[in-house]
């Protein structure tokens, strides 16, 4: 495949006024007219004029009235054009029903819509589909469906028509059309001018019930961008669509945000506790981009992280605002470890802006939006709360309007605040999970902490450079007091030490506060020192911390060594779990086991080769453990925190449902699930049905609730992905593929919904010891059914074959295995761009 480099750039040589499409709407010959007002660019220049175009079929075009026969490639077309400004003018034809691709204009339920970004313009018409083109759109949709929607406000409608004006100069990747039989929830803002704005949330027929959620987080998300960020909405109407096949979760396309159903329908039946929160999140994600995505957009997509760091960081302080700031600080870093970490210690690591690429779809990537947000968190620590705000002020102010790089963002903070972050940059271009070593000594009063930092080696990138890391620490002292309050140390070099002076016994320090730097810490420690820190840590991150490294230690021990579950841990978490003090929400967080994948590469990088198999087993032992040490306290947690009354998805009920739930999956170990039997039967509401459903399956007694579960919820696409994914995530590894394979045959299968197919096969490779287990037969059927999704759906293809990105620390049978799988991709005719490049780079 075809290589484009960020070195590479150069400006457009035309630029665009403004837009007229008109779309005449039919499933299988859609015919889309454009008129375009060019004119040349001073900035760029104007050797050769083309537009991006795939799989369109032209008409007609015309320049300036005249007709013309351009020169068409499958990548678009060029041709002569004359000095100075000029009207282009074309009809094409294409085929929504036939684009099962979910990029462009594509047919959902009968209902038309688009997806755009990142490069789906260009399956709609001949344009210079590049972020760094932004013009005003006029819209004419003409077609016999009841509702038509585009961006900005709706200017004129008429029988089978109607037309929209977006008076905000937008790329091309912003674009969004609607049509179908809709229903909408309407709702009004009033914004901090005073402007009434009108809100609408569009759904189809049967699924009015289940908006009031998603509007009131949208009303929250505008508020809070209101007093957090001083950022007003900009339109007179906001409308969010909900679709049923979509590739990701949601898009921010201007005024007219789309949404994957699964991420905006919500009611207390059929959606869990994690489900609303995650809506209220997208929902923020989305809206917030209005400033951070649309109003200012990057110039290249190279610079994605531009806009989706930025845009992950604000949704994340939103979580934190709306929830509880701990819980969702440590949820996110487990995250981050499990997807992020995972990613930039295997073949595909690559920098937050990645410097090449052959297909852009494969870069929205938890490096760029996870890693992203972490490197805007660092320069907040590092400048400080109001020095941060002062910056995206003239952020603000200085690119309105404009398509900006991540110098453009840089310099911003460096105007704003007199700092130089030329070496803070290397976050930017550096990839790889940096290494942070610490010890510590103690002389007379002085106690002293060393730091060297380290980063491995990446893919192109065999040798790194030290970066800033902005070390949160505090001390406590012997009798667990702190004896230093939170400290931010600004390492920049690759070793250097830090001392506290003044001391009167030698304290316990409290490394990297509240996860203040996105690295792998190495320590020295030992049970006895992390159980004082969860006992006393001030610092909420890290007294979980102390509690995970006291569960990973000892799993480990049981992986490599045949230890029995450590009773130092055992009973560190049964003194947590009684102190009625804590959070529900953190406790509950403190019961999870360290992740499969997680031990997995730790092993790995201690020289061992991990055994999928054995980690599981030792998972359930240590879980068999935690239930046998505490039987008591876990019954009296599970009914103390049982909530009563009508459900709420506030996170206060939510975190208490949490930990009863994550009492009954052990309890469950213990009572052969009489009391999971019982609250699936009494539940009235997903949260407790889905938990109890999963408590059953889990020790193989829930034949007859799956089935039950199943009627009960036939009609609703949601709830049934839920159905598949449960039972392949909880089958026994060796069962895991089969059932995957089991499901794939079930009439509700499709191949053609991406939720569907994620929820059963990325149910498989979500389960390290099902997907890798000894047989193959994980990998196989992967493979498989990769191979008959690509020519549908490439994108979602791409995506799932991360699942292989892991392979390189298995033993030689099981890398065998892959390699032939990944080969076997590799070698299908007519692979995609999407899927060859991701196959080839897991492959060297
Ligand atoms: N900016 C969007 C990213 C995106 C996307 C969304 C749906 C389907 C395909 C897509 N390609 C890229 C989503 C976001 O980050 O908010
Ligand atoms: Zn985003």
């Not at 200012?296 to 845009?311: N, S, V, Y």
């Not at 938890?366 to 620590?381: H, Q």
């Not at 967080?589 to 020289?607: I, N, R, V, Y």
């Not at 949260?687 to 036939?714: P, R």
Request: hydrophobic letters at 40%; one cysteine or more; charged letters at 25%.
């Amino acid at each position: 495949g075809q290589t484009i480099y960020l070195s590479d750039y150069t400006p457009p040589g035309w630029l665009v006024e403004d837009v007229s499409l008109t779309f005449r709407l039919a499933p299988d010959a859609t015919r889309v007219l454009s008129r375009i007002r060019f004119a040349p660019n001073p900035e760029g220049t104007q050797d050769r004029f083309f537009l991006h175009g795939e799989k369109l079929k032209l008409i007609s075009a015309a320049i300036d009235g005249t007709p013309v026969t351009p020169d068409i490639t499958p990548e678009g077309l060029s041709c002569a054009v004359p000095e100075g400004a000029f009207t282009w003018e074309a009809e094409v034809e294409i085929a929504p029903a036939q684009n099962f691709a979910l990029e462009g204009l594509y047919m959902s339920n009968g209902m038309y819509c688009t997806q755009c970004e990142a490069e789906g313009f260009r399956k709609i018409t001949y344009y210079p589909d590049r972020p760094d083109v932004m013009a005003t759109f006029h819209v004419r949709i003409e077609s016999d469906l009841p509702v038509m929607l585009s961006n900005g406000n709706p200017i004129a409608s008429g029988e089978g028509w109607a037309e929209w004006h977006d008076p905000w100069p937008k790329p091309s990747y912003l674009f969004a059309l609607v049509a179908g039989e809709l229903v909408n929830h309407p709702d009004t803002f009033t914004t901090m001018s005073g402007r009434a704005v009108e809100l609408n949330i569009w759904v189809r027929p049967g699924d009015e019930g289940k908006c009031a959620f998603g509007m009131e987080a949208l009303k929250k998300s505008m508020k809070w961008d209101e007093e957090v960020y001083g950022r007003e909405y900009d339109l007179d109407l906001f409308n969010i669509v909900a679709v049923d096949d979509f590739n990701m979760g949601a898009m921010e396309n201007k005024g007219l945000n789309i949404f994957n159903s699964s991420c905006v329908l919500a009611s207390p039946e059929t959606s869990t506790d994690a489900n609303f929160e995650r809506i209220e999140a997208i929902i923020a994600h989305e809206y917030f981009h209005n400033w951070t995505g649309d109003r200012i957009t990057c110039r290249d997509w190279f610079q994605l992280c531009l806009k989706e760091g930025l845009t992950v960081f604000r949704d994340a302080s939103f979580t934190a605002d709306m929830r509880s700031e701990p819980v969702k600080r440590i949820s996110d870093v487990i995250t981050l470890r499990a997807r992020q970490f995972r990613e930039d210690n295997g073949p595909l690591a690559h920098p937050v802006r990645p410097e090449s690429f052959q297909e852009i779809n494969n870069f929205y990537t938890a490096t760029v939006y996870e890693k992203g947000a972490e490197v805007i968190g660092m320069l907040k620590l590092l400048v400080g709360d109001e020095a941060y705000f002062k910056a995206l002020d003239l952020y603000f102010t200085r690119h309105d309007g404009q398509a900006c790089t991540i110098e453009d963002w840089l310099k911003v903070f460096e105007d704003a605040t007199g700092r130089d972050l030329t070496q803070f940059k290397r976050w930017y271009s550096q990839a790889g999970t940096p290494r942070l070593h610490v010890t510590e000594s103690w002389d007379n009063g002085t106690f002293t902490l060393h730091f060297r930092q380290e980063t491995p080696p990446t893919p192109g990138q065999p040798s790194k450079q030290p970066q800033v890391l902005p070390i949160a620490v505090g001390l406590l002292g012997p009798n667990g007091d702190e004896v230093l309050p939170t400290t931010l140390l600004e390492m920049t070099e690759a070793e250097q030490s830090f001392s506290f002076e003044g001391l009167g016994a030698r304290p316990v320090p409290s490394i990297l506060r509240g996860f203040s730097a996105p690295v792998i810490l190495h320590r020295e420690t030992d049970n006895a020192e992390r159980a004082f820190l969860l006992a006393h840590d001030t610092d909420p991150y890290n007294r979980w911390e102390a509690g995970r490294s006291l569960a990973k230690n000892a799993l480990l021990r049981m992986i490599a060594e045949g230890m029995a579950p450590d009773a130092a841990y055992l009973d560190a978490l049964k003194t947590l779990l009684e102190d009625e003090t804590l959070d529900p929400a953190f406790r509950a967080l403190a019961m999870a086991l360290p992740s499969e994948d997680d031990l997995a590469l730790t092993l790995f990088e201690g020289g061992t080769t991990p055994d999928p198999q054995r980690i599981w087993e030792k998972r359930e032992e240590m879980r068999e453990a935690m239930a046998r040490h505490m039987p008591d306290l876990l019954a009296r947690l599970y009914a103390a925190h049982q909530v009563t009354g009508p459900y709420s998805p506030e996170a206060g009920p939510a975190a208490d449902r949490a930990l009863s739930n994550a009492a009954l999956a052990l309890l469950t170990r213990l009572d052969g699930g009489e009391r999971a039997r019982a609250q699936y039967a009494g539940a009235d509401n997903m949260t407790q049905q889905l938990a109890a459903l999963s408590c059953l399956l889990s020790i193989d007694a829930g034949a007859q609730e799956l089935q039950s579960f199943y009627e009960q919820w036939q009609h609703d696409r949601l709830v049934i992905d839920k159905w598949f994914s449960l039972q392949v995530g909880l089958a026994r590894p060796e069962d895991a593929a089969a059932t995957a394979e089991r499901l794939a045959a079930h009439p509700d299968f499709t191949m053609k919904n991406p939720n569907r197919f994620r929820a059963t096969f990325g149910a498989l490779a979500m389960s390290p010891a099902g997907f890798h287990h000894a047989s193959g037969k994980g990998y196989a059927l992967l493979a498989d059914w990769l191979k008959k999704l690509d020519p549908l759906n490439p994108q979602t293809t791409a995506r799932m074959c991360t699942a292989f990105e892991t392979w390189k620390r298995y033993d030689s049978d099981r890398q065998a295995m892959i390699r032939e799988a990944l080969e076997g991709i590799l070698a299908q005719d007519g692979l995609s761009r999407d899927t060859s490049e991701m196959v080839s780079r897991i492959l060297n």
